[in-house]
């Protein structure tokens, strides 16, 4: 696609509930990226997956965070028994991390998650 | 712990004034520096890289300045625009991630 795509945009959902948002990168993109803003506040790295490399699990804030990548394509990130901090916009981005490029990453809209 | 942050939170300027956003980082290893503007609901958006070999660089009115000494990384932008309010973030290459800052919000006055 011509950028980045994220599902839903909005998500409202009650505590204990899980949740699964979605992202797809731009086509080619080997590198993809999933952050989380809380309102007023800026980006904070969540995961990172690269290729078919095991994946940079080391900002998910707990257990009942996980994210899966089918190839270089979709990534689905899943929140198990949601709590009311988890609410915040989840953002997703891709790049192309070939040797001698600049890494620029390219957003999606994000996800808003409301936790009720 | 290394970090990257802004001077300033909230900035305001009239239409047509130059705007200067500030960003201090702490990393000396960093090599790569990235100024995103995010509009109000939707991802930040890429406006201008810098890398570490170089102390300025230029865009469409925008600029970014280097200044490795002080550890300390501006955007310019010339003749400031309504369709410039947003928040913009300065971000940080580390392993594996992009390291930003908490943003400075820019609004313009007409």
């Known amino acids: 696609g011509a950028g980045v795509s994220q599902s839903p945009s909005n998500k409202v959902t009650e505590k204990g509930k899980d949740v699964e948002l979605r992202c797809d990168p731009i086509?080619?993109?080997?590198?993809l990226y999933w952050y989380r803003q809380r309102l007023g506040q800026g980006l904070e790295f969540l995961i990172y997956?690269?290729?078919?490399?095991?994946?940079?699990k080391s900002g998910l804030p707990s257990d009942r965070f996980s994210a899966e990548r089918t190839g270089e394509s979709v990534s689905t990130l899943t929140i198990q028994r949601t709590q009311q901090e988890d609410s915040a916009v989840y953002l997703c981005?891709?790049?192309?991390?070939?040797?001698?490029?600049?890494?620029?990453?390219?957003f999606g809209p994000g996800t808003r998650l409301t936790v009720l | 712990g290394e970090s990257v942050g802004l001077h300033l939170p909230t900035l305001s300027v009239q239409e047509g004034d130059n705007s200067i956003i500030n960003c201090a980082y702490s990393?000396?290893?960093?090599?790569?520096f990235i100024w995103y503007k995010q509009e109000s609901g939707k991802g930040p958006q890429f406006i201008i890289d810098?890398?570490?070999?170089?102390d300025k660089r230029q865009g469409q009115r925008v600029t970014v300045l280097l200044n490795k000494t002080v550890k300390h990384l501006s955007l310019q932008i010339a003749a400031t625009q309504p369709g410039d309010s947003a928040v913009y973030f300065c971000a940080e290459r580390g392993t594996n991630d992009m390291r930003f800052g908490a943003g400075t919000r820019l609004t313009v006055k007409p």
């Open positions: 810098i890398r570490s070999n170089m």
């Open positions: 997956f690269q290729g078919n490399s095991a994946p940079d």
């Open positions: 086509s080619g993109h080997t590198a």
């Open positions: 990393n000396s290893a960093s090599d790569y």
């Open positions: 981005a891709s790049s192309s991390r070939l040797a001698g490029s600049t890494d620029t990453q390219y």
